[in-house]
């Protein structure tokens, strides 16, 4: 339950206002600027799965600040663009306390000084960030208007099906919640 917990609060946000100006507010629709990419069989299934997850979570946070989706040809409408990265890193420590020695003593050690601790072999934990950034395009001027950065940190693998889905939706859902509701 700790580790759940500890998981979730990485979530890290940025939000900025591009053109001050702009009245996303009043921007009733919304519509992706890209074609989706469950259609193009260039991309790789993984690559399809994933813009329609994000895709979905931006729908549901934007439907409950009170936008709507466009229709087709509707020139008034929010123009939503979005990037994603995925890195993945291994958080490599060295051992710094006496309690850690204990399990990296091996065997047969270098005759150096430093007797059977392996100093450069510590544990390492691995770990996969997502960043999604979401940028806002009003069609009054068709300028950059917002952009917002979500960070989410996952121990090991990126979660998948549901659980990949509920993580996009909080990222997402917290990112936009800074935008002012449709009027």
């Known amino acids: 339950m700790l580790l759940c917990l500890g998981g979730c609060t990485d979530l890290r946000v940025a939000h900025q206002m591009?053109?001050?100006?702009?009245?996303?507010?009043?921007?009733?629709?919304?519509?992706?600027l890209r074609a989706p990419l469950a259609a193009d069989a260039r991309a790789s299934a993984e690559a399809r799965t994933m813009d329609s997850a994000v895709r979905a979570a931006i729908t549901g946070a934007l439907k409950a600040r009170g936008y709507a989706p466009a229709l087709p040809g509707d020139e008034r409408a929010l123009?939503?663009?979005?990037?994603?990265s995925d890195v993945v890193g291994a958080n490599a420590r060295r051992l710094d306390s006496?309690?850690?020695?204990?399990?990296?003593w091996r065997?047969?050690?270098a005759g150096d000084g430093t007797g059977s601790?392996?100093?450069?072999?510590?544990?390492?934990?691995?770990?996969?960030?997502?960043?999604?950034?979401?940028?806002?395009?009003?069609s009054s001027t068709g300028a950059l208007a917002w952009e917002g950065t979500a960070r989410q940190s996952f121990p090991g693998a990126l979660p998948q099906g549901a659980r990949?889905?509920?993580?996009?939706?909080?990222?997402?859902?917290?990112?936009?919640?800074?935008?002012?509701?449709?009027?």
């Open 107 to 109: 065997a047969g050690g």
């Open 164 to 183: 990949l889905q509920a993580a996009l939706d909080r990222m997402v859902r917290k990112l936009l919640a800074q935008l002012p509701p449709a009027r």
């Open 117 to 138: 601790m392996d100093h450069t072999i510590a544990d390492a934990a691995f770990y996969r960030e997502l960043t999604l950034t979401v940028l806002l395009f009003p």
């Open 79 to 84: 123009g939503i663009d979005y990037t994603l």
């Open 98 to 104: 006496p309690s850690d020695y204990s399990r990296s």
């Open 18 to 32: 591009q053109d001050p100006a702009a009245d996303i507010g009043s921007q009733q629709a919304f519509g992706f």
